[in-house]
Each structure stands twice: as C-alpha cells, then as structure tokens.
C-alpha cells in the first residue's frame, strides 16, 4: 500500500537559549524544515543541531494484542476524565473567555497509544502529520466538542503531566464556530488547565495562534495534512504547527507547581481523535471527518488520519514509534480505527446513528 505521507518532515532546533523571562525566550531554530535527518548518531547531538527524527521505513515490532492494552489506565486516565476541562480560548489581545462543559458528558476515543509495553519512551519531542477535518457537531447541548491532537505524557506519584496540540470544533472555546481551530492544552499533577491560555507564551514572530480558526473564513486547512509537533528544549515545551513554532509551555508550569513536578521527557504518547456527547444524546457529532477509518478491513482514504509519527531525542538515536490503536465502544459510539503501520493510522467516523 502507499504511504499516505511520502517521506517525513523535519524541524530543527537550537537547545541553548531558551531559558530566562519567559516571554523573551527564543524559538528552536526550525533551519532544517522539510529535510529527513538520517538517525545514525550514536553521540549527543551538539547545539545548534536539528533533532534526529526517523526515516521512513523503519523496521517495527509486532504490534500489542487487544489484552496486553492498559484498560485501567485508559478508561481511568482518559477516557472518562471525572473532571470535564475547564473551556478557554485567548488570542493575542484578547482576554480568555471561559465556560464549563455542562453535566453529563461522555468521552469516545479513537486513539493511538505508544508506551514501550509500559517502559519509559524518555524522548523530549513527538511529532506526526495530522489531516485536518470539519467533522458535524451535534446541536448544543448535545455535541460539546470533536477534536484530534497528539500528546506528550508522563504519569508521576501526583498524576498526569501532559502537553498537547491539535484541532478541534467546539462552540465553547471557539464562539460559537464549528470550523476546526488550533489549539494547545496542558495538565499539572492531574488537573487540566485550559485551551490555548494559562501560562501558554505565544511566540511573537509566528505565522500562526493557538485558536486560529483553520477552516472557511480563516486559513482554509480543512481536508489539508499538517505537520504538528511537541518539543522539549531549553527548559519549555514549545508546540509547532505547519512547520511553524506556535509559541510554548513554561516549564514552570510544572517544576513551580505545588507540589513541584518533573516534567522533561515523556513517557508514553498519545495520537487521538476524541468526541464528548451529552450521556443518552449522541447523535450527530463525527470524528475525523465523519467517515469510518476503513469498510470492511480496507482503509478509508476519506478518513482522517495520523501519519508518519516519531520521536524526537537529542542524546542519540530515537526509539521507533509503534502504536496500539484502541477505539472505547466502538459498535455503540461509530468511530473506528484501522493500523497501517507503527506510524501511521486512520480514524474518526460519523458517530452514532442508531436511533437518530
């Protein structure tokens, strides 16, 4: 079969620098966009120099059975978060404007999970190539949010630490709009902060904001594949969309957090599209771009997808992505997912539809 993303796209960085005032922290140096880096280092890689990501073609490890999967974690970590996120939006010059989700919401997940069978991936910096979709949002009260992201993880003894990027639809944070937006989020200690704000810098000189509305009327990505990425270097996550530094995460966010948290590599990633309905009224809300990831066992090119994935490490080779794709529910929630390789998946689908 193709690859859906032939070859893989780089972006380099510069690992001195980044500490200070936060605000006056410079970017990772992108010099190296939309070049392969061959991985054979054995060495630290010296400053200044791009990050080593994997080239395509990698050899992969057979993929987990359905038991071997992290049920428990899932389904007590993500899948059902007992606290709904707080919603918040900002935008450059505009104060956060804030809602909470109201009661009742369920979380349906397509995901794609990488944690070594529970060792420590140990890498600063994930990244794939995401499409971007307008997948239908059911009417308020009913649809809450549909979104896709990838995300650096790190369990600690005081819960989850945990970067993300990615887009989504959702009236809340993005005024009533149900065109796909940017947007990056982050927890400390197991509580979720907000979209796009609470302590996120924005990086001056980008093209592009946390909360830029990617659809009709704004930069027209829909159906388009990006290139997103999480990185940690210099003491800050920075997120990139599009080849394009997006801004960071303070680590004090975490290390100044009470209690204090470690929060400088990642020990699992998670690639996921996720859809939250009002309990009992799910129809109507889609994932992806509201087509199953495959019929009957073939792949659904229409269908949204993660593509050439990998990790970014700086003191040597980085370990080769394997997914385990895992779908909550799916003959009652209609999202599917289908594995094309460690790296790559489809996902999404028109969500329920008995009934409606």
Known sequence: MKKIIAG?????IALTGLGGVAQAAPAPNPGNIAKPVDTRVGTAVKAAQPPKFLPDGVTLTPARKATDFPDKALVGKVANKVVPRTKAVSTKGSPERVSTLMAGPVFRYATGWDDKGGTDLGTEGVFATVRIGK??????????????????????????????????????????????HLFVFHWVNETAACYNGCGFVDYGPNTVNAGANLGTGGLAHTGTAK?????????????????????????????GATPAATFTSMQRVQLFGEAVVED????GTQMGTGTHAHTGGVPNTAAAYFSSGGYTETSGPAPAMDVFTYVTSPTHSGFSTHKVSGRTFYYGGPGQTVGC
């Open 8 to 12: 893989l796209l780089g972006l380099g």
């Open 227 to 255: 290139h997103m990425s999480i990185l940690y270097s210099g003491g800050n996550w920075w997120v990139s969309y599009n080849n394009t530094w997006v801004g960071y995460f303070p680590g004090s966010l975490w290390s």
């Open 280 to 283: 009992g009224n799910e129809c």
């Open 135 to 180: 997948p239908a949002l059911g009417a308020p009260g009913a649809g809450y949010h549909t979104l896709a992201e990838i995300a650096a993880v790190r369990p600690s003894v005081n819960g989850r630490q945990m970067v993300e990027i990615g887009w989504n639809v959702d009236r809340a944070v993005n005024g009533s709009s149900v065109e796909p």
